[in-house]
C-alpha cells in the first residue's frame, strides 16, 4: 500500500541552527500538507501546498519557515533559525485531487536544544 | 471564534461494547468531516471521510454520522476490541479549502 516518508525520524539541531525535513508524499497526490503537533497538544496545520504554490498556511507558518519540492518526488519544511520552542513532533501529509482524505507520515520528532 | 470540540476526557470501555465519540464544531463551514486514528508517536491514520450531504457512512465495525445542523459529528466502533484502544482524531476542512483542522482528540481504552 502507499505511504507517506519521512526522514529523518528524530533530529536534535541546536537552537539557531537550520533544519530541513523531508517527505515523499504519496505518488499520484497533488496536495501536500505539513502539520505539526507538540507533546500532549493537538495536530496543528502548518501549511497547503499545491501546484509548487503555497495554498493556505496558519499564522504559525512565519517567516522562520519555507516549503519546497525541489522534484517530482520530495516535499520539504525548512525551518531557518529553530527555536526550543519549534521542538515537535512534524507530521507531512497528502492528498488526491478531489475532497479525498490526507494521507500522514510517520512523522519527524524534532528537538531543538 | 471557531472551535473543534471532542471529549477531553479518556473513554474506557468493556471489550465488546460499542464506543461513540463525539466532535462538535463552531463557526466552521466543512465541506466534510474525516475521523483518523493515532496511536502514542505515531502519525494520524485515516478511517473514514463523510460528506455535509451525507448522513452516514460505514467501514467494517466502524460507523460515523455528521449532522450540520447540530454541527456535530459521532464515530461508532462496535464490538470493541483491546486493540482499538487509541486517540481518535476528527479534522474538518472550512468551506473546501484545503486546510484541515483538528480536534483534541479523544483516548479511548477498550478493557479486555
Known amino acids: 500500500e502507499p505511504e507517506v516518508t519521512q526522514t529523518p525520524s528524530h533530529q536534535v539541531t541546536q537552537m539557531g541552527q537550520e533544519v530541513i525535513l523531508r517527505c515523499v508524499p504519496i505518488s499520484n497526490h497533488l496536495y501536500f500538507y505539513w502539520y505539526r503537533q507538540i507533546l500532549g497538544q493537538k495536530v496543528e496545520f502548518l501549511v497547503s501546498?499545491?501546484?509548487?504554490?503555497?495554498?493556505?498556511k496558519s499564522e504559525i507558518f512565519d517567516d522562520q519557515f519555507s516549503v519546497e519540492r525541489p522534484d517530482g518526488s520530495n516535499f520539504t519544511l525548512k525551518i531557518r533559525s529553530t527555536k526550543l520552542e519549534d521542538s515537535a513532533m512534524y507530521f507531512c501529509?497528502?492528498?488526491?485531487?478531489?475532497?479525498?482524505?490526507?494521507?500522514f507520515g510517520q512523522g519527524t520528532r524534532l528537538t531543538v536544544v | 471564534s471557531q472551535k473543534i470540540e471532542q471529549n477531553s476526557e479518556a473513554l474506557n470501555i468493556q471489550e465488546g461494547k460499542t464506543a461513540t465519540l463525539t466532535c462538535n464544531y463552531t463557526n466552521y463551514s466543512p465541506a466534510y468531516l474525516q475521523w483518523y486514528r493515532q496511536d502514542p508517536g505515531r502519525g494520524p491514520v485515516f478511517l473514514l471521510l463523510i460528506r455535509e450531504n451525507e448522513k452516514e457512512k460505514r467501514k467494517e465495525r466502524l460507523k460515523v454520522t455528521f449532522d450540520t445542523t447540530l454541527k456535530q459529528s459521532l464515530f461508532h466502533i462496535t464490538a470493541s476490541q483491546p486493540a482499538d484502544s487509541a486517540t481518535y482524531l476528527c479534522a474538518l476542512d472550512n468551506s473546501g479549502t484545503y486546510k484541515y483542522i483538528f480536534g483534541t482528540g479523544t483516548r479511548l481504552k477498550v478493557l479486555a
Open positions: 501546498f499545491y501546484n509548487n504554490e503555497i495554498s493556505e
Open positions: 501529509a497528502s492528498s488526491a485531487p478531489g475532497d479525498g482524505p490526507a494521507f
